[in-house]
């Protein structure tokens, strides 16, 4: 999540914790409160895990309590691989809670789109390759100059909601 886009929206300080082995990876948590629906105080709490399979543990960790997910996807041709994989894994760590990929809120983000050339996957390959089965609303982004970032956010926060709102009927 690009922070600088939401801070003037949000009460809370993100808090980033550095993972063992790699200064580059952070665990990110940003609570922060939605508003009141129907009487009910909606409070996100917004966790980002990195997206490598060695940091599973973390990321089956988040997973337990999550009611909606954004699936970031990198759009460089050389990571098409490891898409496929965190996907896969993504499947496997909600099995292990009961709960099902295609039916707990999703949206895909495809990231890095910013980028030029050949070195990015086109988006309708990402979307066969990625999104075919799931058929969840996706979003080209950049992550860097925070293009897209907050629709996601929004398009996530809506979907879980229903999705909350549904189960509570």
Do not use: W
Not at 45 to 66: I, S
Not at 129 to 149: I, Y
């Amino acid at each position: 999540m690009h922070y600088q886009k939401v801070r003037d929206r949000v009460d809370s300080e993100m808090v980033s914790i550095r993972t063992h082995g790699d200064r580059t990876l952070f665990f990110d948590f940003l609570p922060f409160d939605v508003g009141t629906i129907k009487g009910f105080n909606i409070k996100v709490k917004l966790y980002t895990v990195p997206g490598q399979v060695h940091y599973n543990e973390t990321r089956r960790m988040v997973l337990r309590g999550a009611d909606g997910i954004v699936f970031v996807a990198d759009s460089v041709l050389m990571q098409r691989e490891e898409n496929f994989q965190s996907l896969r894994n993504l499947q496997e760590n909600l099995v292990t809670y009961k709960k099902d990929i295609s039916r707990i809120p999703l949206v895909m983000q495809y990231n890095k789109r910013d980028l030029q050339g050949s070195q990015l996957l086109p988006v309708k390959l990402m979307e066969k390759e990625l999104n075919n089965r799931l058929k969840a609303p996706f979003f080209e982004a950049s992550a860097l100059k925070g293009k897209n970032v907050i629709p996601t956010l929004k398009k996530i926060i809506s979907r879980t909601i229903t999705s909350i709102g549904s189960r509570l009927k």
